[in-house]
């Protein structure tokens, strides 16, 4: 059984960071990608951040040059570093691992979220 389990929400004020973590077990097959997504109240969820095994990176545009994604291939984990955090990305963040099978069949698991609050 696949476990994904995201670490380092809390309360932050304006201009702060914060480093969000996630680490993924449990499953016999690579890792193909992993990202973090978010989800405010009353808003879609929207993909924050990726980062493939081979190291390819995509943010989206609101977080480009503040937000940094990191990954340890051998630990199966991933992190997002928050800088000059903004009170628009509070939100719930959700990591995502993407499997890759032998077959080419990909198949997606995600966390329960943690939440992330900036505000003075």
């Known amino acids: 059984q696949v476990h994904v ?17 996630c680490a993924a077990s449990g499953s016999i097959f690579s890792i193909y990608a992993m990202g973090w997504y978010r989800q405010a109240p009353g808003k879609q ?13 995509d943010y989206v545009d609101s977080v480009k040059g503040r937000f940094t994604i990191s ?4 630990k199966n984990t991933v992190y997002l570093q928050m800088t000059s ?6 939100a719930v963040y959700y990591c995502k691992a993407t ?4 077959n080419g069949v990909k198949l997606d698991y995600w966390g329960q979220g943690t939440q992330v609050t900036v505000s003075s």
């Open 85 to 90: 955090l903004k009170p628009e990305d509070t």
């Open 99 to 102: 499997y890759q099978l032998q």
């Open 71 to 74: 990954r340890d291939n051998a």
């Open 5 to 21: 389990v995201e670490s380092g929400g809390d309360l932050v004020q304006p201009g702060g960071s914060l480093r969000l973590s």
């Open 45 to 57: 969820r929207e993909l924050v951040a990726s980062i493939t095994s081979g190291g390819s990176t």
